[in-house]
């Protein structure tokens, strides 16, 4: 987490935008956290505030997101950010689907002849990806624990994008081959990060794989930056 904001803090400046981190104790309560983000919200010449996960357990994540003003949530977190995208406003989006759909674009696919899946419904991934593709006319399968058959969806899938976080969940005999996976998960392993991919196995079937790290997670702080100037751009 503090080697992904100080990434969001090196890009930033890498295109001239000023960053600023502000780090509080765990022991936060809620309202003091809302404070801190309300004073940062009259500020003059704000461009985004983004509120780093994970939050303290007995922090409430919700009010946290909605304390921020909705024109510079460009996380997409907060209700009013969040309910904005869904309704079709996509200017300023969740940065890791945004991110995901970036990474399938540059496939280079006919997606309207091809079976997506996505795996996952979390609020950051699974649902946001979902909502993007049917902004298209696609019709994503969406599989979660529950889903039947879903080993048989995912082998027929043409093209998978995984939010789960189940480290190497997806194994080269798990789908068909040429398919095309974009990886969002990630799990710690041994120290170390790993996706929802097993790299290795995939990397021999697979037409295309994201990687994890180094995939999904650097687009998706271009994404966040791109969210930040069209804020910019609208003052």
Do not use: W
């Amino acid at each position: 987490s503090i080697q992904y904001v100080d990434m969001k803090a090196k890009r930033a400046e890498s295109v001239g935008i000023s960053f600023h981190k502000a780090a509080f104790p765990a022991s936060i309560s809620t309202n003091d956290l809302i404070k801190e983000i309300q004073a940062l919200n009259k500020i003059e010449n704000m461009c985004g505030i983004i509120v780093q996960l994970p939050l303290p357990l007995h922090t409430d994540k919700q009010k946290v997101f909605d304390s921020i003003d909705s024109s510079f949530d460009v996380d997409c977190l907060g209700t009013l950010a969040s309910e904005k995208f869904y309704n079709g406003d996509t200017k300023i989006g969740f940065p890791t689907a945004l991110s995901c759909m970036a990474l399938l674009d540059s496939v280079g696919l006919d997606l309207k002849t091809k079976k997506i899946v996505v795996l996952g419904r979390g609020m950051l991934v699974g649902k946001p990806v979902s909502a993007l593709l049917q902004f298209r006319n696609l019709s994503p399968v969406v599989i979660q624990s529950k889903t039947e058959n879903k080993e048989e969806l995912i082998k027929n899938a043409d093209v998978i994008i995984s939010g789960m976080g189940q480290g190497k969940y997806i194994t080269g005999d798990k789908i068909k081959t040429g398919a095309v996976i974009i990886d969002a998960g990630t799990s710690e392993s041994n120290g170390g990060i790993v996706g929802d991919v097993d790299l290795e196995s995939v990397k021999l079937v697979a037409g295309y794989v994201s990687p994890v790290p180094g995939g999904v997670g650097p687009v998706t702080v271009a994404m966040l930056l791109k969210n930040v100037l069209t804020v910019a751009k609208s003052k």
